[in-house]
């Protein structure tokens, strides 16, 4: 017995190693992309990420000035990267894809766990294994692996799967010492999934949801002794306590990023019509799952917001299946817990990211650490019962497994190289501003000055009071030896932002080379009281300037 334990044991790990080679090699051309979209204002532009040494005075930093504090360990993840090879790109993917492997290795651990404890045992680790390379090499998950910011979704995935195996692992475990360490293991995952992003807050519901699916009757019994002790009312009392004490201390904080009927700024919809939006996005998001081709994939993707159930009426349909699927999941508890758990969780792994807060309508990497519990699905519930129909799933799992790999490549190929990534996302979303402002940006970077006007000039269509758009635009004039168009431009940004501060000093400049020395002071004091630590340089210049 123990020969054949060790001998599966070796087999699961030469087969996982095979799945990693897979990945890697799917991954591969997207070692070789740049920094895109959120990685500026994320890490590019955050000096208090771009370590050098390691240190206390630095670590506090990070912490304090990042631009999303509530995320310290993503944060970290990356001074540590700058910390060794600093703004080199290459460095950061790697990481991301070691990220990636390791949420592929503790999805296999999760999924094994849940065999031993709820299915057909520990011996299926074949089911378990495709499942995971389902997941690793899936197209759908390259924002959250090539995309180096999103880092901040997989760091949260590793975590949530993490705490989700310790406690499995201390839920069955006999002796009280060990049940006790894999619990204060299951804590530190939830503070460092939670650290990463938000969505590792939802490690706890997910948790209770699997003491509801498969030991429900289990706590119905406690629930009726814990009656019989201190009393009906006491019981009801002590609920009414915690979500009273939970409510005290979660919504005043979920209050400031919640949105109803008010149009959330830099959107063009409300909160209620997010949400209404949000159960046709799900739709979407699954038929990206079941036919990603790369050329329906993109980073930013425009999507038609629905204004009611009734417009458009797909709204209506995509609610009333979706109401439909959670009550035949919550029915099937009982009767079916390996079925209805994994759904249920896919659903409320979806939920904070799907309701009325400021976020986009719809991004790839979001369905990620939902794609987890789909995996679990396939693992718990495509166990072969003979070998003729193990050799069919086998055969069907490891030809879809094949053609989703190359799907990733061609897709990794397109973000490898930046103006083809670029120019990919805003000829898939025309009427988008932020693909055509990006586009424009870079196409005036590397001296394509004619395209990128056309490209500044379409996001300005879109969005006429962006202050960044006007200021690139404004670039491209001044690059063209067309001052007076420049500076008008540099005028409307300063308007539309008055802590620009790019405009700012860009404007001074226009206004030094005319001669016009009062209102370039002006903008040169107004450009000092604003200025960021990454134009610090610019800042020194100022003062010089100004005679200080």
């Given at each position: 017995m123990q020969i054949e334990r060790q001998h599966n044991t070796l087999t699961s790990i030469l087969v996982l190693l095979g799945v990693a080679a897979i990945t890697v090699f799917a991954y591969y051309p997207g070692m070789s992309a740049g920094f895109y979209f959120d990685d500026e204002p994320n890490l590019l532009e955050v000096t208090a990420l771009h370590w050098n040494e390691f240190s206390w005075s630095n670590v506090s930093g990070a912490l304090r000035d990042a631009h999303l504090t509530s995320r310290p360990v993503a944060n970290t993840s990356m001074?540590?990267?700058?910390?060794?090879?600093?703004?080199?790109?290459a460095p950061y993917h790697w990481t991301n894809l070691l990220i990636h492997l390791a949420v592929g290795f503790a999805l296999f651990?999760?999924?094994?766990?849940?065999?031993?404890?709820?299915?057909?045992?520990?011996?299926?680790?074949?089911?378990?294994?495709?499942?995971?390379?389902?997941?690793?090499?899936?197209?759908?998950?390259?924002?959250?692996?090539?995309?180096?910011?999103?880092?901040?979704?997989?760091?949260?995935?590793?975590?949530?799967?993490l705490g989700l195996g310790s406690y499995l692992s201390g839920r069955y475990q006999v002796d009280a010492t060990?049940?006790?360490?894999?619990?204060?293991?299951?804590?530190?995952c939830f503070l460092l999934a939670a650290g990463s992003k938000e969505i590792g807050l939802l490690l706890v519901p997910l948790l209770l949801l699997y003491e509801s699916c498969f030991n429900g009757t289990e706590w119905l019994t406690a629930y009726r002794r814990s009656v019989n002790q201190v009393g009906y009312p006491l019981v009801i009392l002590g609920g009414f306590l915690l979500v009273f004490l939970v409510g005290w201390l979660g919504l005043p904080i979920a209050g400031d990023h919640l949105y109803w009927t008010e149009t959330m700024p830099s959107r063009n919809f409300s909160g209620i019509e997010r949400v209404l939006t949000q159960t046709r996005v799900q739709f979407f998001y699954l038929s990206l799952l079941l036919w990603p081709v790369p050329w329906r994939l993109s980073l930013d993707h425009d999507f038609v917001v629905s204004q009611s159930f009734l417009d458009p009426i797909t709204t209506l349909l995509a609610f009333a299946v979706i109401a439909v699927t959670l009550v035949v999941a919550v029915r099937s508890i009982r009767t079916r817990p390996n079925v209805a758990f994994p759904v249920l969780a896919y659903l409320l792994l979806h939920?904070?990211?799907?309701?009325?807060?400021?976020?986009?309508?719809?991004?790839?990497?979001?369905?990620?650490?939902?794609?987890?519990?789909?995996?679990?699905?396939?693992?718990?519930?495509l166990v072969p019962t003979t070998t003729k129909y193990a050799?069919?799933?086998?055969?069907?799992?490891?030809?879809?497994?094949?053609?989703?790999a190359v799907s990733t490549y061609q897709r990794n190929l397109v973000w490898g190289d930046m103006m083809t990534f670029y120019r990919d996302t805003a000829q898939k979303s025309p009427g988008k501003f932020r693909p055509q402002y990006n586009l424009g940006t870079q196409l005036g970077e590397r001296g394509e000055l004619t395209e990128a006007k056309v490209a500044l000039e379409r996001a300005i269509r879109i969005r006429p009071d962006s202050s960044l758009a006007h200021n690139q635009l404004a670039n491209?004039?001044?690059?063209?030896?067309?001052?007076?168009?420049?500076?008008?431009?540099?005028?409307?940004?300063?308007?539309?932002?008055?802590?620009?501060?790019?405009?700012?000093?860009?404007?001074?400049?226009?206004?030094?080379?005319?001669?016009?020395?009062a209102e370039q002071q002006e903008m040169l004091e107004r450009f000092i009281q604003v200025a960021p630590p990454y134009l610090e340089e610019q800042k020194q210049w100022a003062l010089r300037q100004l005679g200080r």
């Open positions: 001074a540590l990267n700058h910390l060794a090879s600093g703004l080199d790109p651990w999760v999924i094994t766990l849940f065999q031993r404890h709820h299915g057909p045992g520990s011996g299926n680790r074949n089911i378990a294994s495709l499942a995971v390379l389902l997941f690793l090499v899936h197209p759908l998950n390259i924002q959250a692996t090539t995309y180096m910011v999103q880092r901040m979704t997989s760091l949260a995935t590793l975590f949530v799967l060990r049940r006790w360490a894999w619990y204060l293991l299951t804590a530190i939920s904070m990211e799907a309701g009325p807060v400021s976020l986009e309508l719809v991004y790839e990497h979001r369905m990620y650490l939902p794609m987890t519990m789909l995996a679990l699905l396939i693992g718990l519930n050799v069919s799933i086998y055969s069907v799992l490891l030809v879809a497994g094949f053609l989703l491209i004039y001044l690059l063209t030896n067309q001052p007076q168009p420049a500076e008008d431009h540099y005028r409307l940004a300063v308007e539309y932002d008055s802590e620009n501060a790019e405009a700012l000093f860009n404007l001074s400049n226009v206004l030094m080379s005319q001669g016009r020395s």
